[in-house]
């Protein structure tokens, strides 16, 4: 597994995680969903993201029983919904999420999204409150413009904000033009979601490109000079950026372990450059 650091904390966690978003919605799918991330945690996929949001608190269930008897062994990343932004409000989301889990601590607390509601000044005291009490490790926000990063860094005095999770993946290209240098140079990890480009799709944007496209050949002919699919290319490409994390979310192992074997190999700069062409970078984004 490839590692990469969090942050300037000294700790490192995988570069590959395992998202959880869907997860907890159908009971009949609860035990797959369990076996799948206890497989990907077995085969090194340690880092787990989730949120209170997922099925309202059902996908948190699920890691909290996939973790149970290796929580040790899993960092643990969860997030506080933009409506539960207030000060009282985030401390109760963490109590709750806690005890979902299972779990006596969170590895890393993110705010979801920014909040109209709440200023980010009372949901960092809470966040600052929860790392004193020991609840949460670290701490970080999602789907933060830099601005709004620096801001709840403020707000956090000397916690450190440590992470970003934003999308990241070929047809959302968008941290390229500012974010990765800001973060580089503040020690915040960017936690790259849907690296397929699946929630974007959900939101009516474009997401992984369809069978038969021409997007969708480039993919597949650059992935077959790697004995490689079109899935796995577009993964080695999002982790060509240093300091990054990505979190794709797989519910079968045949897909944990195509992902796995996404790792190992670097994509030549000829196949960089057929990349470019095809997905260049929306300046608009
Ligand atoms: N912070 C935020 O606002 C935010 C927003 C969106 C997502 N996220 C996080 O990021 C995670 C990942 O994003 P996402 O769930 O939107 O989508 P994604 O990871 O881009 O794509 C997931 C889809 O790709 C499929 N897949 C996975 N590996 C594959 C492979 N090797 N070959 C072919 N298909 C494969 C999955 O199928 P199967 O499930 O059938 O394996 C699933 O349908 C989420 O689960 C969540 O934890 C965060």
Request: hydrophobic content about 35%; glycine content about 8%.
């Amino acid at each position: 597994m490839l590692y990469r650091k969090l942050g300037n904390t000294g700790v490192s966690i995988p570069a590959i995680g395992q998202g959880t978003w869907k997860f907890g919605e159908d009971k009949y799918k609860e035990k797959d969903e369990i076996e799948a991330l206890r497989f990907g945690i077995t085969n090194g996929l340690t880092l787990i993201d989730t949120a209170e949001e997922y099925g309202n608190g059902g996908a948190e269930k699920i890691v909290g029983q996939a973790v149970q008897d290796v929580r040790n062994n899993v960092f643990l990343v969860t997030k506080v919904s933009a409506k539960n932004c207030s000060y009282e409000g985030v401390l109760r989301s963490a109590e709750a999420s806690l005890e979902r889990l299972k779990t006596s601590h969170i590895d890393l607390y993110l705010q979801h999204w920014p909040s109209q509601q709440y200023d980010v000044s009372e949901t960092m005291e809470a966040m600052v409150e929860l790392v004193n009490k020991g609840l949460v490790k670290y701490v970080g926000v999602s789907n933060f413009s830099t601005d709004l990063m620096q801001e709840a860094q403020y707000h956090l005095g000397s916690v450190p904000l440590i992470c970003n999770q934003v999308a990241y993946h070929l047809n959302d290209r968008h941290i390229e033009t500012e974010f990765l240098s800001f973060a580089k140079k503040n020690g915040v990890t960017i936690m790259g979601y849907s690296p397929f480009g699946y929630a974007p799709h959900v939101f009516g944007m474009k997401g992984f490109p369809e069978v038969e496209s021409q997007e969708r050949h480039v993919l597949e002919s650059i992935g077959a000079k790697y004995g490689k699919t079109a899935y796995q290319v577009a993964l080695n490409w999002v982790l060509r950026q240093e300091g990054l994390v990505t979190i794709p979310k797989a519910a079968n192992k045949e897909h944990i372990v195509d992902n796995l074997n996404a790792l190992g190999w670097d994509l030549q700069k000829d196949d960089l450059d057929q990349i470019e062409i095809n997905f260049p970078i929306d300046k608009k984004d």
